[in-house]
């Protein structure tokens, strides 16, 4: 017969998805909704193909760095019938300036056949078929879902990670950690754009470094301790185009 103690030990302890209130969390994601109301990725792309070359490429890499190579490569070799006939050594001329571009070259060239031979040169609108692709993890294929197929898949990063955890918004200790707790917590209605939201605003405003939280619009919402500022910074919405001239930190 289990004592009152030990009935009590067994008890499963029930995490906290997040430090925030509920009500903290709608208010949250609808100033960042007011904000940005249609925000976008930063990488260029033409088509599933293009986008999907891009985000493996973008591993380790600035979107800036990764438009500037893909600009030329995407402009002979949009699909993965043409990317194969370039070859491995064109593609790794192309690519060059992106980080760990010898691996990138080969993964790029391996998945366009690999779509050529069991996809029907389609790019795949499910998680497990994307990632059987090499070069293709579980962020690549959340964040292809998200942008091109429309899912509420968050694809965890560097700038998401981090403000998660700083803001008490979805703490974790790894990034699988962070993604479930945010699936948790975020309302149906944000979730399609908290993706784009979160990365936009630790790329722009909560970065590595120094957070520049008199600008930021969750001042008053964030629990991190050391933030340097509590007053809300008032809501402009910004569009693509702002977007665009600002400097990526990443
Ligand atoms: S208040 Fe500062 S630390 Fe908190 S989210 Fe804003 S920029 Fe980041």
């Not at 998805?17 to 940005?36: A, C, H, N, T």
């Not at 936009?200 to 969750?218: E, N, S």
Request: with cysteine; charged share 25%.
């Amino acid at each position: 017969m289990p004592t009152a103690k030990s009935s009590q030990a067994k008890k499963p302890v029930r995490r906290r998805w997040s430090k925030l209130k509920k009500v903290e969390i709608e208010e949250l994601f609808s100033r960042f909704e007011q904000q940005r109301p249609d925000p976008k990725g930063e990488l260029d792309y033409s088509n599933a193909y293009t986008l999907l070359v891009a985000v493996v490429l973008s591993a380790q890499a600035t979107d800036v760095g990764v438009n500037k190579a893909t600009g030329p490569l995407f402009a002979i070799a949009d699909s993965p019938e043409k990317m194969v006939a370039l070859g491995e050594d064109t593609v790794r001329d192309y690519i060059k300036t992106i980080g760990l571009y010898r691996n990138k070259a080969k993964n790029v060239i391996l998945l366009s056949q690999k779509l050529i031979d069991e996809f029907g040169s389609e790019v795949p609108a499910d998680r497990d078929a994307l990632v059987s692709l090499p070069g293709v993890g579980r962020k690549t294929a959340n964040v292809v879902l998200n942008i091109f197929f429309g899912q509420s898949t968050i694809a965890v990063d560097t700038h998401i990670f981090r403000l998660s955890n700083r803001v008490g918004l979805a703490p974790g200790k790894n990034v699988d950690d962070v993604e479930l707790a945010l699936d948790k917590i975020i309302p149906p209605a944000f979730k399609r754009h908290s993706h784009h939201w979160l990365i936009l605003h630790g790329r722009y405003i909560c970065k590595a470094r120094k957070p520049d939280c008199k600008k930021c619009i969750i001042a008053d919402l964030c629990k991190f301790k050391e933030k340097t500022y509590s007053v809300p910074a008032p809501i402009v919405e910004l569009s693509s185009y702002e977007n665009k001239q600002q400097k990526p930190t990443a």
